[in-house]
């Protein structure tokens, strides 16, 4: 199957992607885990997603799952910290 990541800050909205996405793959295998630890986390989740379920994983960053997400589900960063370009 596949490992989706959910990439964003920990939100209410990220965790309502989380539990939604996890809804819509209902009918077959599917884990769903919040902030994984390490790369050997995500790497065991990529192993789990390959033999066959679909995993449901979520980051707030989008470095940590990239070398082993199948997808990922970019949400925005709020406020003026993550938006401030200088202006």
């Keep these: 199957m596949e490992l989706i990541a959910v990439v964003g800050p920990d939100s209410a909205e990220r965790a309502e992607l989380l539990l939604g996405l996890g809804r819509a793959w209902a009918a077959g295998p599917a884990v769903l885990m919040d902030t994984p630890g390490g790369h050997a986390a995500w790497a065991e989740l990529r192993r789990v997603a390959d033999a066959g379920t679909t995993v ?3 980051c707030e960053r989008a470095e940590d799952a990239g070398p082993y997400a ?5 949400l ?7 938006c401030d370009f200088g202006h």
Excluded at 70 to 74: D, I, K, Q, S
Excluded at 76 to 82: D, I, S, V
């Design 56 to 58: 449901i994983a979520a």
């Design 70 to 74: 199948h997808r990922m589900v970019l």
């Design 76 to 82: 925005p960063h709020r406020g003026a910290a993550a």
